[in-house]
């Protein structure tokens, strides 16, 4: 046996066991796209991670109140090559998120920069914090 035989002997073994635990973790757990939530004055800021996401597959619906977001990625090889290690997942990626009546489904905004997808869902009007006026002067039941 020489050098190089042992070599690709043992990197055999090892796609053989990087296959194996690869499907384990595949068929155990499912892939999400990570999600920041921030709420501001007037609005609800989403961020989700998509790195490598194709622009043109990414897609934010809104459906009776479901914010629904969803990104492709896909990895292409060669013939030639010897993929031994595959950590990171491909395919399409969803994520549903539902939107509070507080939020204004209709006027949802988004966009895609440097692996991230930004989603601006604002507040409704009647939603937001509000002054209430108390009058003064003599004293005045309110009615029940």
């Given at each position: 046996m020489t050098l190089f035989s042992?070599?690709?002997?043992?990197?055999?073994?090892?796609?053989r066991r990087f296959d194996r635990l690869a499907g384990r973790i595949r068929d155990s757990a499912s892939v999400t796209m990570p999600m920041d939530a921030?709420?501001?004055?007037?609005?609800?800021?989403l961020r989700f991670d998509a790195p490598g996401a194709d622009p043109g597959s990414i897609e934010v619906?809104?459906?009776?109140?479901?914010?629904?977001?969803?990104?492709?990625?896909?990895?292409?090889?060669?013939?030639?090559?010897?993929?031994?290690?595959?950590?990171r997942a491909t395919g399409t990626f969803t994520r549903r998120i539902y939107l509070s009546e507080h939020l204004d489904a209709d006027h949802v905004e988004a966009a895609y920069d440097n692996g991230v997808l930004a989603v601006r869902v604002p507040v409704r009007e009647r939603a937001r914090p509000r002054?209430?006026?108390?009058?003064?002067?003599?004293?005045?039941?309110?009615?029940?």
């Open positions: 042992s070599i690709d002997s043992v990197m055999r073994d090892m796609e921030v709420r501001r004055p007037g609005e609800i800021l619906t809104v459906d009776r109140g479901v914010l629904s977001v969803s990104a492709r990625r896909e990895e292409t090889y060669g013939k030639d090559d010897g993929v031994f290690v595959r950590e002054k209430v006026e108390i009058t003064k002067g003599a004293a005045r039941a309110i009615s029940k």
